[in-house]
C-alpha cells in the first residue's frame, strides 16, 4: 500500500507541472492514444461499488450479482460506435470539454447544459460517496482505524493528485491502477478458488446452504436479474466518467481497437467481483469465518482470513486502485459541471477555470464524504443509485439524442428532470421503507424507460434541434 500510494504521488508531482489549462485540467489536453485510453476508462469503470460491493452482493444475493456485469463486452462496444464519434468530433470543432457541454452543443440549448450538469452533480454525489464510504472499508480492514477515519484518510489521498493534477494525472495513474487491478483481481480469484477446493466444492458448499444462490436468477428472482441486466446495460452509455474519455483521444483512430482493449482489461479485473463473493459466502458456510454483520464485509473479510499477507497486499492495493481511479474521474467531471457548465447555463462566461476547477474538486469531496457517513449507507445500494441516476437523466438526451436527427431541446430537459424525479422520489420512497417496487425491481430501471418515453414523445411533438455540424468551427466557452 505504501509503494502505491508513492508510485500516485509521482505521478501527481509530474501531472501538476503538466496542467497549465482548463483543457488539461479537465480533458488531459486531447492527446491520449488506445491503450492508455482503454485501460484509464476500464479502472475508472471498476469502482469500490465493483470491488467492495459487488462480493457484497454475491454474498447476499449469488448469481443475481452477475447481471450487473454481463453486459461489458456489448456495451463497451455500443458505447465506442454511438458516442466516441460525435463527442469527439464536438470536442476538436466546437471547443467542448464537458459532457453537459456536449448536450449544450447539440441542442443549442444553454438550458439543456444546464438541466444535464445538475443531474450530473446529484449523481455524481452519491456515486463518490459509494467510493469513499469503499475505501473506508479497505483502509478500516487494513490498519485498523475505524470507518470513518478511514473514509477521510482515503479521501485526503485521492484529493492530493485530483487538485493537482487534475483529470491527466487521473488518467495517468488509472493506467497504473488498471495494471494493479488486473493483476490483484487474477490473484484474489487464483487464490479463492484455491482457498475453497475449486469452483465445484465451492458451488457445492453454497447449494447444500441456500438452492436460490446459484439459481439461473440467483437469490434476487428474475425481475431483478433482468431489471439490472437493462440498467447496467443500457445505462453504461451515458456514465459520464467514461463518456468524457471519448473527449480526449488523440483522433479517432484511437476507438478502433478501443473497445476490445477495455474488454480484456475488465474481463481480468472482474475476476474478483466474481470469485471473493462467492468464496467468502461458502467460508461463512463452513465455519471458517463468522457471519459478516454488512454484505459489505465480504471483500475485507476473505483478505484478512483467508489470504497470505503478502497476497492481501496487493488485493488491498488493487482494491484501493479500483476506488481512487473512479473517484479522480468522478471528481473532474463534476469540477467541469460546478465552474464551467453550470455557470455557461445562466449567462455567465466562465473564468478561472484552472483555480476554480481545483477548489469545486475540494467541496464535491467534503459534499461526498459527508453522505458517505450518513446512517445506514451501503456501498451497493449508493453504487445502484448513482448509476440508475446517470442513466435515467443522460441516456435519452444524450445516447439517442447524439444519433437521432429529430430530437429537441424540449425533449432533452423534459427527459433528464423526468429521470431526476421518478429516481429521486422513488429511491427516498424505498430507503425510507414507505414503498419498494415488486420483485426487487429498482426505480432506476422504471425512471430510465419513463425518461426515454417523454424523450421521444415530447421531441415528436415540436420541430428538431439544429443538427450536428461537425465541421463548425464556432467554439463554446
Known sequence: MAAYLAVLVGIAAWAARRTRTATDFFVAGRGLGTVVLGVSAMAATLSGFTFVGGPGLFYGLGATALYIVLPASLTNTLGAWSLARP????????????????????????????????????????????????????????????????????????????????????????????VVMAAASVAACWYALRSGGGLGTISATLAASDTSLLSPWGKGGALMALSWFFVFGVGSLAQPHIAHKYLMARDVERFRWYPMVMTVAMTLALLLYLTVGLAAKAMVVRGDIPPLTRNDD??????????????????????????????????????????????????????????KGRTATLVLAVAAIAVAHAPGAQVAFLGVFGYGLFAST??????????????????????????????????????????????????????????????????????????????????LP
Request: glycine content about 14%; overall charge neutral.
Open 87 to 178: 463527442l469527439h468530433d464536438l470536442g476538436r470543432t466546437r471547443g467542448v470539454i464537458t459532457i453537459p457541454g456536449a448536450i449544450g452543443a447539440r441542442y443549442e440549448s444553454r438550458a439543456a447544459q444546464g438541466w444535464a450538469a445538475a443531474a450530473i452533480l446529484v449523481a455524481l454525489i452519491g456515486y463518490i460517496a459509494t467510493n469513499f464510504l469503499a475505501l473506508g472499508y479497505v483502509l478500516d480492514a487494513v490498519l485498523g482505524v475505524g470507518l470513518s477515519a478511514g473514509i477521510w484518510i482515503g479521501a485526503a489521498a485521492v484529493l492530493a493528485y485530483t487538485v493537482a493534477g487534475g483529470i491527466l494525472a487521473g488518467v495517468y495513474a488509472d493506467v497504473f491502477q488498471g
Open 394 to 475: 443522460l441516456v435519452p438526451a444524450l445516447a439517442v439524442g447524439l444519433n437521432w436527427p429529430g430530437a429537441t431541446a424540449r425533449g432533452a430537459i423534459a427527459s433528464i428532470t423526468t429521470g431526476l424525479v421518478v429516481t429521486l422520489g422513488g429511491e427516498s420512497l424505498s430507503f425510507a421503507g414507505l414503498y419498494v417496487l415488486p420483485a426487487g425491481v429498482p426505480w432506476s430501471g422504471v425512471a430510465l424507460i419513463a425518461a426515454l418515453l417523454v424523450f421521444v414523445g415530447v421531441s415528436l411533438t415540436g420541430s428538431a434541434s439544429p443538427p450536428l455540424r461537425s465541421g463548425d468551427s464556432t467554439r
Open 298 to 355: 465480504a471483500m475485507p473479510a476473505f483478505l484478512v482470513h483467508a489470504v497470505p499477507v503478502s497476497l492481501g497486499g496487493l488485493v488491498f492495493a488493487g482494491v484501493a486502485a479500483a476506488i481512487m481511479s473512479t473517484v479522480n474521474s468522478f471528481l473532474s467531471v463534476g469540477a467541469a459541471a460546478l465552474m464551467h457548465d453550470l455557470p455557461y447555463a445562466l449567462g455567465r462566461t466562465p473564468s478561472n477555470e484552472l483555480r
